[in-house]
């Protein structure tokens, strides 16, 4: 049968999103321009925060000393599980020298980056894993100097929590400054920072706004939208835990997209009639974020074969993947475009959004079809290098001055060819192309026409 929607959305992710690009470009241009000091004029205006904007270590210590013990164990269990899975993701990748032939050599250096900074959202809620996530991540790929921000509420500035697990993580410096001005200021040094080189951490459609035009000047982790998930569901599967699922993930925000596909009309249904009351049992804020996703953006996929929803889900490519069904090392196999792939119903989204040890700062908006998430490896840059004997230059000379005169560019074929007259003086070289269009002379230090003729 073909595939049907049994229920659809009526708005994507893009439907209200709305033209911010006017407004960063402002804020951008004015904190630049004017410092520390209208980047604080921003916090006071958009968050009622008077500063200061960098946390001391006395202010701290006193944000560590008010984190409840039981929240430090669990956000040191999380981290330690985070930290585990970077330094894996680290070993994973290595420097090396290969002989490409005889008395050449290329290799491969990793290097972090010099300075990273790392966006904590603490708006509607209080991201303490965002921090875990980013800081840990820049901690182990050696990363020198790590910056923090999050938004400060006016009366009580940034969460103890949220600061406790910067700190654990890893973080050199903690800013108190949240929206446009709190990446503005890791990216053009203010407040005595080292201006950064990559900002990474989720945030709202501004913050969004605001890497994106960085990009090129810094770098980034991702351009981030609305996060999505979706479930794949067999006959196998449970209802209610779908539907809880489901929920859990729709209480992001108003316009966060959660989906079900499945080949099975029974729970299809089922999910559908659930998760109104699932919904209405959330406390006020997030039933409200929850009810808007389901209503706008939520939609239930029924298939016929196990095929045809691996391939729905293929194109949805959404930043977090469940799969509540039989044979999981088929599935493991077979779905390529997702952020981050849960496999049975022994583990779900929030673990890894909170202390499973693999980053929850994701692809979304589709973008998983070429990307994957945040990792250690974001931090690091993957240089390469080239040495050569002087025989090891013999022949790829040779092939170098031949293929850049095959393209036009004399003055690359001359640095071949003054290495190869120096070298092996009393050699004579067939360094043109034999071609119809071309000419096969020799190109000697006495041939007229430049240094070495042409």
Not at 387 to 398: C, F, L, N
Request: charged share 20%.
């Amino acid at each position: 049968m073909p595939i049907h929607y049994l229920k659809t959305a009526s708005k994507t992710a893009q439907t209200d999103s709305k033209s911010v690009n006017h407004t960063v470009e402002q804020i951008l241009q004015e904190i630049e321009l004017g410092g520390d000091q209208v980047a604080l004029d921003y916090a006071q205006k958009f968050d009622s925060y008077p500063g200061p904007a960098l946390l001391s270590k006395d202010a701290i210590t006193d944000a560590l000393a008010r984190v409840p013990e039981s929240i430090k164990r669990d956000i040191d269990f999380a981290h330690q599980n985070i930290e585990r899975f970077a330094i894996a993701q680290k070993n994973a990748m290595s420097e090396f020298e290969i002989e490409v032939q005889p008395g050449l050599f290329a290799g491969q250096r990793m290097i972090p980056v010099n300075a990273a900074g790392c966006y904590i959202p603490g708006g509607r809620y209080s991201h303490i894993a965002s921090a875990l996530m980013t800081v840990t991540t820049a901690k182990v790929a050696g990363v020198p100097h790590i910056t923090a921000c999050s938004p400060a509420d006016p009366k009580h500035g940034v969460h103890p929590a949220i600061i406790y697990a910067a700190h654990r993580a890893g973080a050199h410096n903690i800013l108190a400054l949240g929206g446009v001005q709190g990446v503005a200021s890791m990216a053009f040094g203010l407040f005595g920072l080292p201006a950064v080189d990559i900002i990474v951490g989720p945030g709202n459609q501004f913050v969004a706004e605001a890497k994106r035009q960085l990009f090129g000047r810094v770098g980034i982790d991702m351009i981030a939208g609305p996060t999505d998930s979706l479930i794949l569901a067999d006959e196998t599967a449970d209802p209610m835990v779908i539907a809880t699922d489901l929920v859990s993930q729709a209480e992001h925000g108003y316009n966060s997209p959660v989906w079900l596909v499945t080949n099975d009309r029974d729970i299809a249904t089922q999910v559908i009639d659930l998760m109104p009351q699932e919904i209405a049992n959330l406390p006020d804020v997030n039933r409200k974020n929850a009810e808007s996703a389901w209503r706008d953006y939520g939609e239930v996929i029924l298939c016929d074969t196990l095929e045809e929803m691996a391939a729905t889900s293929d194109e949805y490519a959404p930043e977090h993947l469940t799969v509540q069904a039989k044979n999981l090392d088929w599935w493991l196999s077979r779905l390529t475009c997702y952020g981050s792939l849960f496999l049975g119903e022994e583990t779900t989204v929030a673990f890894g959004d909170k202390a499973t040890g693999t980053n929850h700062v994701l692809p979304t908006s589709r973008s998983a079809r070429y990307t994957g998430g945040l990792s250690v490896h974001k931090y690091m840059k993957l240089v390469t290098y080239q040495r050569a004997t002087r025989a090891g230059s013999y022949d790829v000379a040779q092939a170098t001055a031949r293929i850049s005169r095959m393209e036009g560019m004399e003055g690359h074929a001359r640095a071949a060819d003054i290495r190869l007259h120096k070298y092996f003086p009393d050699e004579k070289f067939e360094l043109h192309p034999n071609e119809d269009h071309g000419s096969s002379v020799d190109s000697s230090p006495s041939s007229s026409g430049g240094v070495l003729g042409t």
